[in-house]
């Protein structure tokens, strides 16, 4: 089927943690309505702009846009901004079935609200039909949220001395969140709005429930619970897993994950909380909360305090998690065996010209405003620059573990190309930022692609040693992926979909603070460019 969605993005004021905002809406909506469809089926999304004076862009992902390379979303990459005024039609097939989601992706466009939930059905009775059985299905979007505004944050992250971001001021459940008003300005903070109210989410006594679980935060890595009520993960980012129970879910921004819970609770006269906490930052954040409801058990706020979470410094946890996460054994697809070709990235925090910025290999990104993708096909050579960043760092001597100023860091909007079809491992390399003791997670999302998580460490990659020791039997396919304090992480993909995809922290900051590379493969097969993704930078003519 196709499907056809009418989206209208406009600012609206909101009070989504009851501290009313600015917010960036679709139809007057944040998050924006959840877009439900069948494997196989063909979306169609006609966006109209209406936030008068800003550009917009949108991405769908997880979705692979095998064909559509154009409908990517990614601006600077993929197509040129939406402007205000302007209409702009994103076509592709959802052709997996799982837990998606869609976001802005111009500047730090998406921390302002444009965001929600892409849930594709399996197709009756074919391959991926899900291996596992429920009773009922909920959705749980997660996000964090400031009352600032993101021109203040990007601003602030460019300036000198930066201005971080920090904590968030709350955490959202499906667009909601809690804000102790005595702390808001003055007059703009009701806790009384029902916009505000804490989402409930109803269970039957006895029956299995499948929690769609996403999370689109700007920074917070989330430790998820329900309270009283082990989870067993059965999907991660449109893939399914080998099941295993875990009582809390960590969860990064761009992952998305499927657990089974079973209302069975010994007390059903009762309701209990779900509860996302930060973790793997020092948090600064109330809990954000929703509420389990069984039947029959009065409404309202459970009986107990919120759980408060793991510990945020307890990373073998979460690592813990990543490396349980393996394929379903029934929905298998293993890896190439090798790789024809091996990056590694080595993720450092460096200053340039006095401002803080990420960089991969002493090379920050920067995003081109012609898109690649245009630039690429049309031969608009100056639009970008020509040499390819560094394949790898002086990984036998550098030491992870020290502040290294890095005084070499550049800034490029160089791109790696790929061989079409070629085998490509990924090694993500952490290392301590130039605080002293500290190294943060990073969650790397790619585009275009899933890839297989062949392994993860703590400590010092040593290509010589570890590629004996991936995973080459049941790893899990995903398209977002840890990176833990210190450690590292190998992917392999293979790029067999021609365009240009971007691979970058899913952090908002860190991403507009350099941290991305971005791939193209296989140019050359595509026919031809709507038309509708240029009309910027080189791509205008006139130059
Ligand atoms: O990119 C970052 O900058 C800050 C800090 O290092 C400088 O204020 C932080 O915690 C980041 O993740």
């Not at 090379?363 to 560094?390: C, E, I, W």
């Not at 990073?442 to 993860?456: A, I, M, N, T």
């Amino acid at each position: 089927a196709t499907l056809h969605h009418e989206w209208e993005i406009s600012y609206q004021f909101k009070s989504p943690d009851c501290v009313r905002k600015l917010a960036v809406t679709i139809n007057g909506q944040t998050p924006g309505p959840t877009i439900r469809a069948t494997q196989g089926d063909t979306v169609v999304v006609r966006v109209s702009n209406s936030l008068l004076t800003e550009n917009v862009a949108i991405h769908w992902h997880g979705i692979r846009q095998i064909g559509t390379p154009w409908a990517d979303g990614t601006e600077g990459v993929t197509q040129c901004p939406i402007l205000p005024g302007d209409v702009f039609t994103y076509t592709f097939v959802v052709d997996r079935p799982g837990t998606y989601m869609y976001h802005a992706h111009y500047g730090m466009q998406r921390s302002a609200g444009l965001n929600g939930l892409i849930i594709v059905a399996a197709a009756p009775g074919g391959r991926d039909a899900e291996p596992f059985a429920y009773d009922g299905e909920h959705d749980v979007l997660l996000n964090d949220w400031w009352h600032n505004s993101t021109y203040e944050q990007a601003t602030g992250l460019a300036s000198v001395p930066i201005r971080w971001v920090g904590e968030p001021h709350s955490l959202l459940i499906n667009g909601r969140g809690t804000f102790n008003c005595s702390a808001a300005v003055a007059g703009t903070c009701d806790a009384t709005l029902s916009e505000c109210a804490a989402p409930v989410f109803d269970v039957v006594p006895g029956k299995t429930y499948r929690f769609r679980i996403a999370s689109l935060t700007s920074l917070s890595a989330l430790n998820f619970e329900i309270e009283g009520h082990p989870m067993t993960v059965v999907e991660a980012d449109g893939h399914y897993v080998k099941p295993f129970v875990v009582d809390s879910l960590s969860i990064y921004s761009g992952e998305t994950y499927s657990v089974l819970i079973k209302a069975d609770h010994q007390d059903p006269t009762r309701n209990y909380w779900l509860a996302s906490n930060v973790v793997s930052r020092q948090p600064g954040t109330p809990t954000g909360t929703a509420v389990l409801s069984y039947l029959g058990a009065p409404r309202g706020p459970p009986p107990t305090p919120p759980p408060a979470g793991r510990a945020w410094n307890d990373t073998m946890y979460r690592f813990q998690q990543s490396v349980a996460t393996v394929a379903h054994p029934a929905h298998v697809e293993p890896p190439p065996p090798r790789a024809d070709r091996t990056i590694l990235l080595l993720n450092t925090q460096n200053k340039i010209d006095g401002r803080i910025k990420w960089a991969l290999n002493n090379v920050s990104f920067t995003l081109p405003h012609t898109p690649y993708l245009v630039a690429m096909k049309n031969g608009l050579l100056g639009a970008f620059d020509q040499r390819p960043p560094p394949e790898t760092y002086a990984h036998q001597t550098y030491d992870i573990y020290a502040v290294q100023k890095n005084p070499n860091t550049t800034t490029s909007n160089g791109l790696y190309r790929l061989r079409f079809g070629s085998v490509v491992d990924v090694v993500l390399q952490n290392a301590n930022m130039l605080d002293a003791n500290k190294s943060e997670t990073h969650p790397w999302h790619l585009h275009g692609h899933d890839f297989w998580v062949l392994g993860y460490g703590i400590g010092r990659f040593d290509p010589a040693v570890h590629p004996a020791t991936y995973n080459l039997r049941d790893p899990v396919l995903k398209n977002t992926v840890a990176v833990h304090p210190y450690g590292w992480t190998a992917l392999r993909f293979k790029a067999d979909n021609p365009g240009v995809w971007a691979f970058h922290c899913h952090i908002e900051a860190h991403f507009f603070m350099g941290m991305g590379v971005v791939f193209e493969e296989g140019i050359e097969r595509i026919a031809e460019l709507p038309p509708e993704i240029m009309g910027c930078g080189k791509t205008k003519g006139g130059h």
